[in-house]
């Protein structure tokens, strides 16, 4: 929401993906820092805390050995590090077990907590339709405290700031979630990066034992990977990217479908790899290189079918209630100049996808006016304008091509009645060439040319004098012409002052440099003097003592 030209996030309405952190200019809006809530669990559970390690590590951490990643963690004072993707590989296998038996036809991957968050709020219509398995985070939290006791803390390490809400909301099996980012600021403050030594591998190990083919699940397309073929045919379908899969959702319907169909869907285009806590820009075919590269094929190495890894996820509808009628929206859209079609451009640089969206959020008080760029622009210009024609002397905006950009009638008018007649039919003579005009190019040439400006130049054309100065509004592209004529009593009168007060201000600054070096000088004849005659004076005195002593 903005209000007050100031954005704000509406937390009921925010689906935690990260975005608005990755693409505001200014960086008002900031990652939640998990740090201090990590170092206080860490401290106050020594011997009791295990680090959960997101899958695409791989490709964030890629130029550190695994066993001196595992073994610098440790020495900040985890027990234990595992992997994720151990929790991935129990999801997927209670996946495959939930589309065998279900009857429905569409089935959605519940591992991306940003797109359950979206399905939740704004496609309620498929609530249903989301697998009821927990996401691998909180299996693996599971797996973790099955295996060393459910009085243990597990603190969440990956590239998505969803699990920083999803962590809050399973508080009971993940204490606390930080980012890459995050846990990369941790070693570096504890002097452990860069690490380049190879620690005892025996003790440099992911605990229980490391992933196979849950490692995969950090791409598009690798939770698929895990999936077997079941007995009944099933489309399987893997997509990514937020307004992708907007569009994936918006006509999808189970009643329309013939046959079952899994999709799994992530909101980070390509895959986790490219989440908003990311650590590097390397490009997504690399890093997915390098994590398939590293998955090892065949089933998991324990079975734990027994955990319960069910759960129903619940409604949150935000979309609005309220039915705008057409001449509500119209009127909305009036507001910001927009009053036939043509005028609705669809530019989404106010974040909504077209202007009837925006139109709508303004209704609904989310959004001002001000954020629509086109509009912005339109009350620029014709502020601009407004000033242009008030200003009382001939304005010319010229660009480096010396062709008009904007003029204003006063100019046209000291011109003559010819051109001011063209200009009357095309007001501010955009395109026009400058030496069409007026005589005066080889002087903006000049100015395009050297980048100097030009201050009151004095010219004389056709029996008219003119004041010409010439300012740069965007150097070497762009200068603006102000243009007054010596002939109008006023404009002469001020000059004629103008230069009176430059020749009474340099005659001053003359008599005061004069002065000071008279003043200067008085000073050294008079110190010279004075230490001449001091001197005759000793010599006279030291005369007569010689004189009497005789």
């Given at each position: 929401m903005v209000e007050g030209n100031k954005a704000s996030?509406?937390?009921?309405?925010?689906?935690?993906?990260?975005?608005?952190?990755?693409?505001?200019?200014?960086g008002a809006k900031k990652v939640r820092d998990g740090l201090t809530r990590a170092r206080f669990t860490l401290n106050r559970h020594p011997g009791k805390v295990y680090l959960s390690l997101a899958p695409s590590y791989v490709s964030e951490f890629g130029d550190i050995h695994t066993p001196?990643?595992?073994?610098?963690?440790?020495?900040?004072?985890?027990?234990?590090?595992?992997?994720?993707?151990?929790?991935?590989e129990v999801v997927s296998a209670k996946t495959e077990q939930y589309i065998g038996e279900s009857l429905g036809n569409i089935h959605i991957s519940s591992a991306c907590p940003v797109i359950v968050d979206y399905i939740r709020k704004y496609v309620p219509s498929l609530v249903e339709n989301i697998t009821p398995i927990v996401s691998p985070m909180i299996a693996h939290a599971m797996i973790l405290r099955q295996l060393y006791g459910e009085d243990i803390k597990v603190i969440f390490a990956g590239p998505c700031i969803g699990k920083k809400t999803e962590s809050d909301n399973f508080g009971d099996l993940v204490d606390v979630?930080?980012?890459?980012?995050?846990?990369?600021?941790?070693?570096?403050?504890?002097?452990?990066?860069?690490?380049?030594?190879?620690?005892d591998k025996s003790d440099a190990v992911f605990l229980p034992y490391n992933s196979r083919i849950g490692a995969a699940y950090p791409v598009e397309g690798g939770m698929l990977v895990g999936l077997h073929k079941l007995s009944k045919p099933v489309h399987y379908m893997a997509f990514s990217g937020i307004d992708v899969i907007k569009n994936v959702l918006s006509?999808?319907?189970?009643?329309?479908?013939?046959g079952p169909m899994f999709l799994e869907l992530l909101a980070c285009s390509g895959g986790c790899v490219n989440g908003p806590a990311k650590l590097n820009s390397v490009s997504i075919a690399r890093k997915r290189y390098d994590i398939i590269g590293k998955c090892e094929t065949g089933a998991p190495i324990r079975d734990f079918g027994n955990l319960d890894?069910?759960?129903?996820?619940?409604?949150?509808?935000?979309?609005?209630?309220?039915?705008?009628?057409?001449?509500?929206?119209?009127?909305?859209?009036?507001?910001?100049?927009?009053?036939?079609?043509?005028?609705?451009?669809?530019?989404?640089?106010?974040?909504?996808?077209?202007?009837?969206?925006?139109?709508?959020?303004?209704?609904?008080?989310?959004?001002?006016?001000?954020?629509?760029?086109?509009?912005?622009?339109?009350?620029?210009?014709?502020?601009?304008?407004?000033?242009?024609q008030k200003i009382p002397a001939g304005i010319i905006l010229v660009n480096s091509d010396l062709k008009v950009v904007d003029m204003n009638r006063n100019f046209a008018a000291y011109m003559?009645?010819?051109?001011?007649?063209?200009?009357?039919?095309?007001?501010?003579?955009?395109?026009?060439?400058?030496?069409?005009?007026?005589?005066?190019?080889?002087?903006?040439?000049?100015?395009?040319?050297?980048?100097?400006?030009?201050?009151?130049?004095?010219?004389?054309?056709?029996?008219?004098?003119?004041?010409?100065?010439?300012?740069?509004?965007q150097p070497n592209r762009q200068v603006?012409?102000?243009?007054?004529?010596?002939?109008?009593?006023?404009?002469?009168?001020?000059?004629i002052l103008e230069k009176a007060r430059e020749v009474i201000r340099n005659h001053m600054t003359t008599?005061?440099?004069?002065?000071?070096?008279?003043?200067?000088?008085?000073?050294?004849?008079?110190?010279?003097?004075?230490?001449i005659i001091e001197a005759y004076d000793q010599k006279e005195a030291g005369n007569k003592e010689l004189y009497h002593e005789s």
């Open positions: 996030i509406i937390e009921e309405r925010c689906i935690y993906c990260g975005h608005c952190t990755q693409v505001c200019p200014t001196s990643l595992i073994a610098a963690i440790k020495r900040l004072g985890f027990t234990g590090v595992s992997e994720t993707a151990l929790g991935a979630a930080i980012t890459f980012k995050d846990l990369s600021e941790w070693l570096e403050s504890e002097g452990e990066l860069p690490i380049t030594a190879d620690p006509e999808l319907k189970p009643e329309e479908c013939s890894l069910s759960i129903r996820f619940k409604y949150d509808t935000q979309e609005n209630t309220q039915n705008y009628t057409e001449i509500e929206i119209k009127g909305a859209l009036a507001t910001v100049g927009k009053t036939t079609a043509e005028d609705e451009l669809n530019c989404s640089s106010c974040g909504y996808d077209t202007c009837r969206d925006f139109a709508v959020a303004m209704l609904n008080r989310r959004a001002e006016d001000n954020m629509c760029a086109s509009y912005m622009r339109k009350i620029a210009h014709d502020k601009a304008t407004v000033l242009l003559g009645d010819d051109l001011l007649s063209v200009y009357d039919l095309m007001p501010g003579m955009t395109g026009a060439s400058v030496n069409k005009v007026c005589s005066f190019e080889p002087f903006f040439r000049t100015a395009f040319a050297t980048g100097e400006e030009l201050r009151e130049r004095r010219i004389t054309d056709n029996g008219k004098t003119w004041l010409l100065s010439i300012y740069n509004l603006f012409g102000l243009l007054q004529s010596l002939n109008e009593p006023g404009v002469k009168k001020e000059w008599v005061q440099k004069v002065a000071g070096l008279l003043g200067e000088n008085a000073a050294y004849t008079d110190s010279t003097l004075r230490s």
